[in-house]
């Protein structure tokens, strides 16, 4: 559709002149702006900071009365500086943290990381017990230090990074007997969490094309259970930001990070919306409220045809300002607006919770409310979705009874001259028309247009008609 060619240039433009205002911005600055201004925060006059120097590099900070000039009082360093190969959920988290000749935390500061904000809100509550601590201790998480509810693999690599950070400099630079870093040991690979969205996608693969629906419920159960309750980890514009910022987790602490993007990609350009369809925790929900609404026999909320198309382009609007304003400001915190984030982070304002329980009211009057008209995600997904290798097709036999365009749960299908004509950015894959269609023409097909435009075929019809 031209409609589609036409967002997917808006979002092609917006991602990378986006991504390269981010980077050209990021060439200019550098963390010393960042670490002088949390220095400044920290030392409001009695010291004196000196400049960065040494190795590590570190700043020392001196009394600033004239007659004790050369007494140390504290070195700062960056943890990045000295742990560069500790990363969290989406990269590296800087944090600048200050400790006194004696080896004890007296700050620290968060400078900068690219973790999901609305996972690490309380990341400064959660750096603050560091502060008093002596870096000859142990950090390890859950003993010594609580993490932060549904963010262990942040929590983790904090508490990584200023154990090994500290003892480096309590050794190098203040000649202290601090011992080994506590929580050092290398990571190993967990396996499990590729072999679970591994097996998450075929499952919802084969219930798509075995049109199975009882795969798909099971696939979105998985996908409600391991992906939104346990992880609370979804394919969001978190991910897309990070990418386009080039920020990426480490592979052997996050494998599953890497699992989904793949996973999500590879099935939306060969089968369409896969991840939308049978896996999205938050479509999940979304389906159970809304049977359960016809359950209690309350009144579906209708949309025509021509409301429902209009009110699609919300989501991409809500997709590009999204982008565009996470790569203004520097980092994801603008997709804190996905209400799928807030409900698994179990954390908002009360703005938020009332937008989300909003969202979930609706969706029990009308079939996934947030997925059609407001979810910047599954429209990003939606136009990759449209250059899927295969797709729903309808034989020439089609009668045109539009049976298909009446048990469409999403309206993805309108029967335009007598032929049924599918939105496939819109199509979740629900096989409903597959399996109620009387004259049983629906199927998968090889797209496009080289074998239909070669055949003059049906499907040639309904592809031009959708143009
Ligand atoms: S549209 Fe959004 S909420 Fe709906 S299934 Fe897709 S990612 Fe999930
Ligand atoms: S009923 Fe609608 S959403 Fe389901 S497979 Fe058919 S076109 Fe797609």
Sequence with gaps: MKKNRFLSIIFLAIFCTGALYYHFRQSQSNDIHLENKALQDVFTGAEKVHPKLGSPPRYDIYQAHPDNPEVLTAVAF???????????????????????????????????????????????????QFKGKNIAGSFRLGKDIDGITRATMTSEAVARSVDKSAKKIGRQALKLDVGDPSGDQPKTLSYIHIILPLLLFMAAVCGVLGRNIFLRWLALLA??????????????????????????????????????VVLTLLSLMILGMVYCGSICPFAGVQEVLFHLGRKLKWKELKFSHEVTQRARYVKFGVLFVVLAASFMIGNSSAANIEAFLI???????????????????????????????????????????????????????????????????????????DKPLIDYPECILCNQC????????LFFKKSFHKSAQQRGSTEQDTLTKHD
């Design 343 to 417: 409900l698994f982070a179990a954390h908002a304002s009360q703005a938020g919770w009332a937008f989300v329980v909003f969202i979930l009211v609706l969706s029990v009057f009308h079939f996934r409310f947030w997925c059609k008209f407001l979810c910047p995600i599954g429209a990003f997904n939606g136009l990759l979705a449209d250059k899927s290798i295969y797709k729903i097709h309808f034989g020439p036999e089609c009668g045109g009874c539009g049976v298909c365009d009446k048990v469409c749960p999403v309206g993805a299908i309108q029967m335009v001259d």
């Design 434 to 441: 597959v399996e109620k269609c009387p004259k049983e023409v």
């Design 223 to 260: 996908g409600f259970i391991y992906l939104g309750l346990i992880k609370s980890t979804m394919v969001s514009v978190v991910q897309l930001v990070n990418i386009g910022m080039l920020k990426f987790p480490d592979f052997v602490t996050n494998p599953l990070w890497y699992c989904l």
């Design 78 to 128: 960056n943890t990045y500086d000295l742990t560069p190969e500790i990363k969290g959920y989406a990269g590296p988290i800087k944090l600048l943290a200050v400790i006194s000749p004696e080896g004890t935390i007296r700050d620290i500061r968060v400078l900068k990381h690219s973790e999901t904000p609305a996972y690490v809100f309380t990341l400064d509550d959660f750096i603050s």
